[in-house]
């Protein structure tokens, strides 16, 4: 209940942040700048600047909101294709009928960790929006992932970019892997180490062709060689487009094949290698290293479409909450009130009390005057009838 004085009403309309601090770490997108840490304050901005002199690039973080709890619903849709010979007409009825809270769909609920939401602007002004969540997420597909989501107008909705989480449930590993991937040095040991694993040693020609193979497949997943009309894209549309390029359609189905497995065998030894020069243990065979390189292969496929140099993810926070409160005075209201009222008690008066009308025409007919009356309502009943009659005696004379 809102509390009163003097005709002024006050609400507690909702709740929001009163200024939390965060502490975010930055996470380098193209593999070159370093890693770094900013602290803030949701509802303000820190100034960042990349580069030195004055090509500088200046761009301004607003920390815009820091949700705690984030429910999210992973239920699957279900199979896409509906068999006619398995609906069931009943269940189909009583799921459109009864109880509004009724509903046909399953959810599972899930509190996926607190989330960061920040604006990058540039120094023209434009800016991107980002929502990214502070721990990684199961989505079911075998390996957590950390969605670091954005969208370049509020009227868009969130696109996610899946990091992988590696074996410390960190990001640490991906961007260890896109490093090494931007380094030319590093593409090629790993496209001999995988030639010299996948290729006998007795014929070392064709170990010879495929490094020439793997190294062009790398590069062009790298982005490090122009593609289609001398445009540099990097991932798999690349090297989609250098196949639509250079092999003929009726090939392309069995040469892609061949460029995927020979870019997975390459990127899963510069993973093995960057794992190496970081001092950790290679990775064992098995679902979760499949698991984790199928993901990682889609997210380097993905990143130079990332809008931002890097991204920031929540490392630490101090929750501030606050009472939003509604003020407001309302001198009218009585008036209104009655308003209401009064427009009640008419629509029952339209549904309870009939509307006649009367009508007597008079009109000259010889020495004297013609009368000539009718009556008409809204509702047809037995007492119009007899009041009719009533009225033709009273008024004109005639007999009924």
């Not at 590093?186 to 001999?192: C, F, G, T, Y």
């Not at 190294?215 to 490090?224: E, I, N, P, S």
């Not at 189905?253 to 497995?261: D, H, K, S, T």
């Not at 007597?360 to 009556?375: I, R």
Request: net charge positive; hydrophobic share 40%.
């Amino acid at each position: 209940h809102p509390a009163r004085h003097r005709g002024i009403e006050i609400y507690q309309s909702s709740f929001d942040d009163g200024g939390s601090a965060v502490t975010l770490k930055s996470v380098p997108m193209n593999g070159a700048s370093k890693a770094f840490e900013i602290q803030g304050t949701i509802g303000g901005s820190s100034q960042l600047t990349r580069g030195q002199g004055t090509g500088a690039d200046k761009m301004t973080l607003e920390y815009t909101a820091l949700r705690i709890i984030n429910v999210e619903n992973f239920s699957g849709n279900g199979a896409q294709g509906v068999d006619v010979r398995k609906v069931d007409l009943r269940e189909s009825i009583d799921s459109r009928l009864g109880a509004a809270n009724k509903t046909v769909t399953k959810k599972e609920l899930r509190n996926v960790g607190p989330s960061i939401t920040y604006k990058l602007r540039d120094a023209a002004g434009q800016a991107h929006e980002f929502h990214n969540y502070m721990l990684p997420v199961d989505m079911g597909d075998g390996a957590p992932v950390f969605l670091l989501g954005m969208r370049a107008t509020p009227a868009e909705s969130f696109r996610y970019l899946r990091v992988p989480a590696d074996d410390q449930g960190e990001m640490t590993g991906f961007m260890r892997l896109s490093a090494a991937l931007a380094d030319p040095v590093l593409r090629e040991q790993a496209v001999r180490r995988y030639a010299a694993r996948a290729t006998d040693p007795a014929r070392p020609e064709l170990a010879g062709q495929l490094s020439a193979s793997a190294l062009r497949a790398v590069a062009l997943f790298a982005g490090a060689e122009p593609g289609r009309d001398g445009k540099t894209t990097g991932g798999l549309q690349a090297i989609s487009d250098f196949m639509e390029t250079n092999v003929p359609e009726a090939e392309r189905a069995r040469a892609g094949e061949v460029l995927i497995r020979i870019l997975n065998g390459v990127l899963f030894e510069l993973t093995q290698m960057s794992r190496e020069r970081a001092g950790l243990k290679p990775l064992e065979p098995g679902e979760k290293t499949q698991a984790f390189m199928t993901q990682a292969v889609l997210a380097l496929s993905d990143l130079p479409l990332y809008p931002a140099p890097m991204a920031f993810q929540l490392k630490d926070f101090t929750q501030v909450q606050a009472s939003v409160f509604q003020v407001a005075r309302a001198p009218g209201r009585n008036i209104v009130y009655l308003g209401c009222a009064l427009l009640i008690l008419g629509i029952f008066a339209m549904l309870y009390v009939r509307e006649r009308r009367l009508w007597v025409w008079l009109a000259p007919q010889g020495a004297g005057t013609q009368a000539t009356m009718a009556l008409s309502s809204n509702r047809q009943t037995m007492d119009t009838d007899r009041e009719f009659d009533m009225l033709k005696t009273k008024l004109i004379g005639v007999q009924p």
